[in-house]
């Protein structure tokens, strides 16, 4: 696998701390170690939606079992099809990347 691109529902309060529990339990699993990650904050378009400031301060907190590897959170609203298509093209970017990676690591 070249990445981890999943969905939590990252709701306010307890539920998004919740979230991130599930998230670093995915995240410290030995075959996910150096897989970039892609965070998709959705719901943009809500006015119930949490603050992407917020969102990413979580995730943050998660910087130690995080690492070295790549890591963005992205805004966006599936309902508009909105910031869908900036996370997919940096997901198939880190993808190419650690093929390219791998291959001169493993000749």
Known sequence: S????????????????????????VISHVQTKD???LVFAN???SDQAEEL????????ECADVIGQRDC??????????????DGIEWVTLRMKSNSARSARDNP
């Open 2 to 25: 070249s990445g981890i691109n999943a969905e939590w529902p990252l709701r306010s309060g307890e539920r998004l701390l919740d979230s991130r529990d599930v998230f670093l339990k």
């Open 35 to 37: 897989l970039p990650l």
């Open 43 to 45: 719901k943009r378009d």
């Open 53 to 60: 400031k917020k969102i990413k301060s979580i995730f943050k």
């Open 72 to 85: 963005v959170v992205l805004g966006c609203s599936a309902l508009k099809d909105e910031g869908l298509e």
